[in-house]
């Protein structure tokens, strides 16, 4: 399968964080979701891939290219959330229309202004005057109307309430229906991973955990409960972390199926992404 | 590029008035015979842009900026260019208020006498210009807005040293000597700072990360 990004050994270090070979690739088509907690190194590879932080080593290809390389013609194919990052508060939905007419080739009014009525953002208010979910809505309609093939939203539902996460949710599952775009998708609210990414990549203090189909590791991937006489009888090859709570242990394993032929434990819990983050970040080895 | 020009000058909308007003007031003065503010306007476009900074600041622009197409090097670039641009077109404006003014007042109109002050305004303010936005680009703005004031306050300090302790007779048979070519010299110079001051600030910026 064609990969629009991939991203392989990518190192960039600070006085008290790092990358340390970071890589995994998005096929085209396809959402990943990028979760881990705050501070794992989400917003640091994105900047990245953005080239709004440079002197890393490693390397990052964009549709086959080298993103330092091509960066002008690559960034007229990328759309864009970032954190905290956009046009200053006192413009305007039409201010950022005109400039935007002027930055990309492909810029189309027509559905800029299809998006600000399909999300109820006025196009003459200042942005200064819009709620945290109307800002992220506009900037989800700018980093779109210019037909981008990949979209890189870094936390784009953070911070939201579930009503307005739930519509951010909903609009990017409506693009994946019309657009052809391929979706990097940061977040720390696995939730909404779940529902729309059809891969899942967890990055930990700065280092790639796993990067793997949704579908795999929901179905695959499983927590036991056990007391701790059972849980003394698990080979250490099965399991990957475990912690232990007050009556029992929770113990993640990554093949279910295997794992019932093998013992006779019978509590076998389907995962959600947020206790695989919980168990694989707060969890023991041995 | 263009689209650049057209973000810093949209966040401007609202100064733009400020500025019709201090222009008015100009006129107004001008007409009843008061204090020449003319040197004002143009400096007050510079200030004016020095505060657009600010709000890109507050919203992260100049990294947001940077994910757009050829980010890096348009939004110095506009930077600049926006600036100039609204300082020429206020100093034109300028300019032709004083030819009226002259002429209301005087019935005569010293067409060099205006020239050349708004000629020596324009020059002090692309010095200003110069000087401040590799320094803004370098420091962030807040810290730039301590750098205006040091550089202010180190002109007066050295120009009023210099001025007392040594002869400029030599200067002004020199500058007499160059008034034909003054204009010239100083467009000429105008362009020179500009784009060396350009040439530091998107140095600065290329490396800058965020």
């Known amino acids: 399968m064609e990969n629009v990004l991939e991203i392989k050994n990518l190192c960039k270090k600070y006085d008290h964080f790092e990358l340390k070979n970071v890589s995994f690739s998005l096929p085209k088509g396809m959402i990943m979701g990028f979760i881990g907690e705050n501070g794992a190194g989400k917003t640091t590879t994105i900047k990245a891939i953005l080239n709004i932080i440079q002197s890393y080593s490693g390397e990052i290809k964009i549709f086959g290219f080298d993103n330092r390389a091509h960066d002008k013609e690559i960034k007229e194919e990328i759309g864009v959330v970032l954190d905290d990052m ?11 229309n005109k400039a935007m007419e002027g930055i990309y080739k492909n810029w189309d009014t027509k559905m800029f202004h299809a998006y600000l009525k399909e999300f109820s953002l006025l196009p003459n208010k200042q942005i200064k005057t819009f709620s945290k979910g109307m800002r992220k809505k506009l900037e989800i309609a700018t980093s779109l109307s210019h037909h981008p093939k990949l979209l890189l939203l870094d936390e784009p539902t953070s911070g939201l309430d579930p009503v307005a996460r739930a519509e951010i949710i909903q609009i990017l599952q409506n693009i994946i229906e019309k657009e052809e775009c391929s979706i990097l998708f940061s977040s720390h609210i696995t939730a909404d991973l779940e529902q729309i990414a059809d891969y899942i990549t967890f990055i930990h203090n700065g280092e790639i955990i796993l990067s793997k189909a949704t579908n795999e590791l929901l179905d695959k991937y499983g927590i036991v409960k056990c007391s701790e006489k059972e849980f003394k009888e698990i080979d250490k090859k099965d399991y990957l972390k475990y912690k232990k709570s007050k009556y029992e242990y929770e113990v993640l394993v990554p093949n279910k199926k295997e794992f019932k032929t093998k013992y006779t434990i019978s509590v076998i819990d389907k995962i959600t992404l947020d206790d695989l983050m919980v168990l694989m970040i707060k969890g023991e080895e041995e | 590029m263009i689209g650049f020009i057209k973000k810093d000058l949209a966040m401007m909308k609202s100064n733009f008035k400020l500025l019709g007003v201090l222009i008015l007031v100009y006129a107004i003065m001008g007409f009843m015979g008061q204090m020449d503010i003319s040197f004002i306007l143009p400096f007050m476009c510079v200030m004016i842009m020095i505060s657009s900074f600010s709000y890109d600041n507050y919203n992260k622009w100049d990294a947001y900026s940077i994910s757009l197409p050829n980010g890096r090097n348009n939004s110095v670039k506009s930077k600049y260019i926006t600036t100039i641009l609204m300082t020429l077109m206020v100093s034109i404006i300028t300019i032709l208020l004083s030819f009226m003014i002259s002429f209301v007042n005087t019935k005569t109109v010293d067409y060099e006498q205006i020239v050349v002050t708004m000629f020596g305004t324009l020059f002090g303010t692309i010095l200003v210009l110069s000087i401040m936005y590799p320094i803004i680009y370098k420091f962030g703005v807040e810290k730039a807005r301590i750098g205006i004031f040091l ?28 008034e034909n070519y003054l204009l010239f010299i100083l467009i000429v110079t105008m362009i020179v700072m500009v784009f060396i001051s350009y040439t530091i600030s998107k140095k600065i910026f290329r490396k800058k990360e965020f």
């Open chain 1, 86 to 96: 956009f046009f200053p508060e006192i413009l305007t939905p039409n201010d950022i």
């Open chain 2, 151 to 178: 550089i202010v306050f180190g002109i007066v300090i050295v120009g009023g040293f210099l001025v007392e302790y040594i002869d400029f007779s030599f200067l002004t048979k020199t500058i007499s000597l160059l």
